[in-house]
């Protein structure tokens, strides 16, 4: 399992470095002469938290001690799968359906899939991504 974990880090790294590397060459706001931040600050941002997570990630695994099993149930593994085959579907969703309706959905099949058992919990999954979106497009004037 360590040795999983650190191939799947090193892998996500590297994705993370290729990502920073494909927003680098983002047009600049600066180019046109706009006072906003420029089109790539937000994504390499983010791709710098996932590779300060890749890096603690490969970190941990050189200095665990303990081998750990994959699963430790059958409805593990059901979970991971389910929540796999879930992004085909988002991504047909989103194309047919738009992105408020797909992540409503997308929110509230992850919560049936992680078994949540309190209600409240399943309100802020349906309501959280519509949410966002609703801020992508109306405060950030991001077409989704």
């Known amino acids: 399992m360590r040795h999983a974990n650190i191939v799947f880090a090193v892998l996500l790294l590297a994705t993370a470095i290729a990502m920073i590397w494909i927003a680098a060459g983002f047009d600049t706001a600066a180019s046109v002469g706009s006072t ?17 997570g890749s890096v603690l990630l490969v970190v941990r695994g050189l200095f665990e ?29 989103w194309e047919h359906l738009g992105f408020l309706a797909m ?26 991504g519509p949410m966002a979106g609703l801020v992508f497009e109306v405060g950030l004037g991001v077409q989704l």
Request: one cysteine or more; glycine letters at 6%; charged letters at 10%.
């Open 103 to 128: 992540s409503a959905g997308f929110g509230l099949a992850c919560a049936i899939l992680l078994a949540v058992r309190s209600w409240w919990i399943y309100a802020i999954a349906i309501v959280f």
């Open 36 to 52: 906003m931040p420029d089109s790539n600050v937000f994504p390499i941002f983010m791709m710098l938290i996932v590779v300060l």
């Open 65 to 93: 001690t303990q081998e750990s099993r994959l699963f430790e149930d059958g409805f593990a593994a059901v979970r991971v799968i389910g929540l796999l085959a879930l992004l085909p579907v988002a991504l047909i969703a």
